[in-house]
């Protein structure tokens, strides 16, 4: 593989639904792959552009808009975009346009169209994307894992209070794994509550690592767990973030 290639295939590692494939088969779809740099303002698509596949953002962020002009959704890294309208009708169902410097992946249509028909995980997560917006769906009784919308974000223990607050800002999140680098295995959460009262009230130096800070071994629930079961797990021990854990490896948030 070019370094290029091995860049992508280990970038993949970390992206839902390509981190639960082996590791010669992200390979492969690493070498499929294409990489786009978009500067600030690009358009990378508008509504009801023919698309060639769908795109994951490897870096920056991604604005993507109806016909209004109203914002749909903003996306950043290891977000997948294009998805719902390539599955629709092969045409853009959004305009896609790059906020700030980016590299984002393509996934060309028939390498996409292969890992759908190949391997359930697959079949299961962009499956979302088919769904009626008009269609009652009854939460409680899905499974977790076709309810996860993004890869989980985390960090490693050593990563300071600081680090992981401008993280959970960057990302627009409220939470983070905390997963140990060599093992792959999640150790705990730290959420914006725990930086405010841990950190922030406690008067304690940003500088220190999470590990100090974070809570240890949290709740969890598999993948075939229901959404009834995260409904009842939350309000059962009062948490606001309940990790997706399968086989010791955070899934998702």
Known sequence: ?????????????????????????????????????Y???????RIDDPLGGVFVIMSGEV??????????????????FGERGFLRDGNAATTARATQQSHILQLPAAEFRRLLKTFISFQRYFNRAQRQPNRAVDIATQKVAELIARAPLYCAPSTTASQAAQMMR??????????????????GIITVRDLANRVVAGALDPSIPVRTIMTRDPVTLPLSALGSDVLHQMLEHKVGHLPIVERGQLMGM
């Open 1 to 37: 593989m070019t370094d290029t290639t091995e860049e992508i295939a280990g970038f993949l590692e970390s992206v839902h639904p390509y981190d639960n494939l082996l590791t010669d088969e992200r390979a492969r779809i690493a070498r499929k792959m294409v990489l786009h740099t």
């Open 39 to 45: 500067q600030p303002d690009e358009i990378i698509y």
């Open 63 to 80: 604005e993507t808009t109806d016909r209004n002009g109203a914002m749909v959704s903003l996306l950043t890294a290891r977000n997948t």
């Open 170 to 187: 960057e990302h627009h999140v409220s939470s983070l794994g905390i997963v140990d680098p060599d093992s792959g295995l999640l150790l």
